[in-house]
């Protein structure tokens, strides 16, 4: 199911209850909220707001949690770089020993500066273009996974071009609804992604074909912030089918690319498992002596990050309390863009204990949309007071925009007791930096 906003009711996790749930979080009576051993107070008095804090902590444990729910299987983790594409995120799981999954050749570029090895990165996306398909192939990507015949045709013009053979699986579309956003499902029928599942079989084989082409597998990808295992289980049961199919009609299967979307819990949903989402896997895939591999984005650096802010102003129209924050949804879209449901919580220790009362919590930005959360229980909060917007390190600053002018936040990364700035403010001035008027306005 995804997270949308609520009106208040007991169903709401308290302050205290969404900081024990997060422990790489802590709240300090004196230093208030705390991401692992550092005070936010101080990165926001360095710093000022709106500023993201990705905990590196957070992010390497989550990523051994995988790893070690995949321990039994032939498994290989490429991390979705969508979900947060910073070099030092890229950097810190490629360290830790994943791969990544691109879906544009900005995300490759960015991937293999990190220090990713070519060979461990899948070039995913329903478009792309013949540039994109040479620089993956110049670059020696281990696999591209093609979602349509036209891709195919157009890969392999490509690949017999340049004289090399391109590893390809196809992305089959099983037909199988996650349950989730109508906007962040990717594999029923009626959505733009993947090979149609009764197509699959007839054009593995006339990709076998082709010249250039190397087909090596499958790939599927139904959605993202899965909280179920049954539609897992009926995606793969599906794809296990097709296996034996194409095997049974002389095609060589050799992988299976398993997608990502495994959800986390961002109100007090119940969490989605890695040992459950192994499970389902295993149960489906696990004998058919194909290599695997899972792509999770959100899982692993969603709970990890915060987007800290301050509190511009509090009014109160017709009788409808709203506090305003400097953040807004050009910051954090994903309320205006999903509806998405975000805990916040103050950064004080005071304000945190104090008698809270509902209120809207908005943006400065010119659009009724620009709500960050609706009728949550906060204390009454002076200026400058601040907040933290948990579980954003996903989808978070990386969707950022600067619209009404507005200039991208800082962003910091938390390590332990350590923290420093990994990308700076930007000034004022770089929003038109690249930009001219013609000459003839004189």
């Known amino acids: 199911m995804s997270a949308h906003l609520a009106p208040l009711d007991d169903a709401d996790p308290s302050t205290a209850d969404l900081i024990a749930a997060r422990p790489h979080l802590s709240l300090h009576a004196m230093d208030g909220l705390l991401m692992e051993g550092v005070p936010l107070n101080a990165i926001a008095d360095a710093l000022g707001s709106p500023t993201w804090v990705l905990s590196a902590g957070c992010i390497r444990g989550r990523l051994r949690q995988l790893q070690d729910a995949m321990a039994g299987l032939p498994m290989q983790v490429h991390y979705a770089v969508k979900a947060n594409d910073h070099l030092a995120v890229l950097r810190l799981v490629g360290q830790a020993g994943a791969g990544a999954d691109v879906v544009s050749g900005g995300e490759l570029q960015r991937a293999l500066l990190a220090g990713i090895p070519a060979a461990h990165i899948v070039f995913s996306g329903v478009g792309k273009s013949i540039a994109e398909l040479r620089q993956a192939l110049q670059a020696g990507v281990g696999q591209i996974n093609a979602e349509s015949a036209e891709e195919l045709a157009m890969l392999s013009a490509v690949a017999d ?20 956003h109508a906007k962040i499902t990717t594999g029923r029928a009626d959505n733009k992604f993947g090979i149609a599942y009764d197509d699959a079989a007839a054009l593995y084989a006339h990709a076998a074909g082709l010249p250039g082409l190397r087909p090596v597998g499958l790939a599927l990808h139904i959605g ?11 995606a793969y049961a599906r794809t296990a089918e097709l296996v034996r199919a194409l095997r049974a009609a002389g095609q060589v299967v050799e992988a299976v690319d398993c997608g990502g979307g495994l959800g986390i819990p961002y109100r007090n949903e119940p969490s989605a ?7 389902a896997i295993c149960a489906a895939l696990g004998g058919l002596d194909v290599r695997l591999a899972i792509e999770p984005g959100r899982w692993l650096v969603g709970p990890a990050g915060v987007l800290l802010a301050s509190v511009i102003l509090s009014k109160t129209t017709a009788g409808r309390r709203f506090v305003v924050l400097d953040a807004a949804m050009n910051d954090l879209a994903r309320p205006a863009m999903y509806d998405a449901w975000h805990g916040v919580v103050p950064v004080s220790a005071v304000d945190a204990v104090r008698p809270a009362t509902p209120a809207d919590i908005v943006g400065p930005v010119c659009e009724t949309g620009d709500t960050l959360a609706r009728q949550r229980a906060l204390p009454l909060l002076a200026a400058d007071a ?13 969707m950022s925009s600067t619209y009404n002018a507005r200039p991208l936040a800082a962003q ?9 700035v990994i990308r700076a403010r930007q000034p004022v001035a770089a929003l038109w930096a690249g930009e001219s008027t013609p000459d003839w306005f004189g």
């Open 161 to 180: 071009g340049m004289g090399v053979t391109a590893q390809v699986a196809l992305r089959i579309n099983p037909d199988v609804d996650a349950g989730t």
């Open 224 to 234: 993202s912030q899965i909280m179920s295992m049954a539609p897992y289980r009926a």
């Open 273 to 279: 498992s890695p040992a459950a989402f192994a499970g």
């Open 386 to 398: 601040r907040l933290a917007i948990l579980d954003a390190g996903a989808y978070g600053s990386v």
């Open 412 to 420: 910091v990364m938390v390590d332990g007791s350590r923290w420093s």
